[in-house]
């Protein structure tokens, strides 16, 4: 993963040691001290200034203009940070955070990469529909892109494509997560327009089939760290994203959030605007007196139904060759990994759609006659759900071993 000067100046405790002023301009930033941030850049151009021998040159100005220009951009951010409530947050590690995000089946799922074209472990994302997959992988440049293809009843990948190259903005591409509405397609990119490392943008399709000009969702969202995947359940009325900003190395907070159709904006002169910008503390946004419980339980419902219910390390349960796996970690190989991420969806997705037919069912037995075509129709996705489970498996088995199950 690449990160820019100032991402990698907030990692572990290298801003406390920092020593050049671009490393320090990186640090105040961190702090949200955009005053002292520019004026250690005024400071280290006006002393390089003085004479030729120490005269910027254009590398540094090049860089100390980007600088500036995360400045100017982190300010107009603080002007427009989004009044959210945060209900919970959760620290995990990197590496699996996305199979913390407890999505319902309508919100679509939320996997590792094709396998296609793509070297790494990086981040896909199905609709519902289950008629497209879109995912990150690297170009001749080594810089990654958003990746599309079409699904096809059989589970044939067919037209793969890059979306749009503008949408990394000369950066990295990545994380991708598409509304339900197979417009609004959110994605973190660390090129032009991020403040930090990775930032999140928000683009839509065009009637083209092109996409929009990519816009920064803002604050509280994006900060001068990384900040990942956004993605909104509309069913459950919870959106979820992770960042790795008040957290330890390796890991990232997953901030689950209510969503709210129109945006709301704190006023720009409140004395906490900050602490609000950087979730100093979630409850600090949260109503007084409204009860979160109600949507709490239904994200530790989906939780109870996955596979990853026990203690949140053992994520599932399979025999590969005598041995029992129980994380991700316990694969060798990185497709057969990869492969695992798809059998947890679709177990997380049949679980979900069990729990839905038993309330219809017992709808029905209490005199709901009219809901018979809906357990029907549920009952066939069930029963080809069943049928991908055990050919996922099998793809997971035979990766990991070379053989087939």
Not at 196 to 217: A, H, M
Not at 220 to 243: C, V
Not at 252 to 257: A, C, P, R, W
Request: net charge negative.
């Amino acid at each position: 993963m690449r990160k820019t000067l100032l991402a990698i100046a907030l990692t572990g405790t290298f801003a406390a040691l920092a020593s050049t002023p671009l490393e320090q301009a990186a640090d105040a930033m961190a702090r949200y001290e955009l005053d002292e941030a520019s004026d250690i850049l005024d400071a280290w151009e006006s002393k390089a200034n003085r004479s030729k021998k120490t005269r910027l040159n254009d590398s540094q100005n090049e860089a100390l203009e980007a600088m500036r220009a995360k400045i100017i951009t982190l300010r107009n951010m603080l002007d427009r940070v989004e009044q959210i409530e945060v209900i919970d947050s959760v620290t995990v590690d990197s590496a699996e955070f996305f199979l913390h995000y407890r999505l319902s089946p309508e919100a679509g799922r939320i996997t590792l990469g094709t396998g296609r074209d793509s070297d790494g472990a990086t981040v896909a994302f199905t609709p519902e529909c289950g008629r497209e997959i879109i995912w990150a992988a690297p170009g001749d440049d080594g810089l990654s892109r958003l990746m599309g293809a079409s699904i096809l009843d059989d589970g044939t990948i067919e037209g793969v494509g890059e979306l749009d190259a503008s949408l990394g903005q000369g950066g990295n591409a990545s994380y991708p997560f598409l509304m339900a509405d197979g417009i609004s397609l959110y994605y973190a990119s660390d090129g032009e327009g991020s403040v930090g490392g990775y930032d999140i943008f928000l683009t839509r399709r065009n009637d083209d089939g092109g996409f929009t000009v990519p816009q920064n969702v803002g604050m509280p969202y994006n900060s001068p760290y990384n900040d990942y995947m956004l993605a909104i359940d509309e069913t459950a009325g919870i959106g979820w994203w992770a960042t790795d900003r008040n957290a330890p190395p390796g890991k990232v907070n997953i901030y689950m959030y209510v969503p709210s159709e129109v945006r709301v904006n704190y006023p720009s002169d409140r004395p906490d605007l900050i602490d609000l910008a950087m979730l100093a503390d979630i409850k600090a946004t949260q109503t007084s007196g409204r009860d979160y419980s109600e949507l709490l339980a239904s994200v530790h419902d989906m939780e109870r139904r996955s596979d990853s219910a026990d203690s949140g390390k053992k994520l599932f349960r399979l025999s590969v060759g005598g041995k029992i796996y129980t994380t991700l970690s316990d694969f060798r190989n990185a497709d057969a990994r990869h492969a695992m991420t798809e059998v947890i969806a679709l177990r997380r997705e049949y679980d979900a759609l069990e729990a839905e037919l038993d309330g219809l069912r017992k709808r029905y037995s209490a005199g709901a006659r009219d809901l018979a075509g809906e357990i029907r129709s549920l009952e066939r996705r069930r029963k080809s759900l069943g049928g991908e489970i055990r050919r996922a498996t099998n793809n997971v088995i035979k990766a990991e071993t070379g053989r087939q199950r």
